[in-house]
């Protein structure tokens, strides 16, 4: 649990958390000048159950120290798909509909009871993949020889088209994007 709550930190930058700290003082002193009561609600305590999400933020990190086929651990792409299991799952159960609005891509939204989708667990899976980052594993590359030979085989298939009476323009733009 602490380092899921580490994680959900890990996504504010320290002066974004130091502002808004000085923020907060400056209300609670004009408060207390001015004689108002409490402007800001009170942090706690918290429910007794999960209604943050610590479950399935504990599944992903568990998820995420699974062995991986290139690293030590696998990656985030890998590990971050327990949340969209996890969200599958209960929307399909009896407790799917709820009052919280998911989003997915920028295009896609819908109400759910998830608490995948409120605040802290969006933070903690920002964090989370701010932390761990993303590795991209590249294709081999492709050999100058190897290349000059896909060029020769392109360039005799262009020849054997271009010969041809009429031309077939589609079979020529074919080739052009094999050759691209």
Aim: charged share 25%; net charge positive; proline share 4%.
């Amino acid at each position: 649990m602490r380092r899921v709550n580490l994680d959900a930190f890990w996504k504010s930058e320290s002066s974004a958390v130091l502002h808004n700290c000085q923020q907060i003082n400056r209300c609670l002193k004009t408060a207390d000048e001015l004689g108002l009561p409490q402007l800001l609600p009170p942090m706690g305590p918290f429910p007794p159950d999960d209604a943050l999400g610590m479950k399935a933020a504990l599944a992903v990190l568990d998820k995420s120290l699974d062995k991986g086929a290139c690293e030590a651990t696998v990656q985030w792409a890998t590990f971050r798909r327990m949340r969209s299991a996890i969200t599958n799952f209960y929307q399909a159960s009896a407790e799917g509909l709820g009052d919280r609005v998911g989003a997915c891509e920028k295009t896609k939204t819908w109400i759910t009871g998830s608490t995948m989708f409120g605040f802290f667990f969006s933070r903690f899976m920002a964090g989370i993949h701010e932390r761990v980052g993303e590795r991209v594993i590249q294709d081999e590359p492709i050999s100058i020889e190897l290349m000059q030979c896909i060029d020769e085989h392109l360039k005799a298939k262009w020849l054997a088209v271009a010969e041809q009476h009429p031309i077939d323009n589609r079979k020529m733009l074919k080739i052009a994007r094999q050759g691209v």
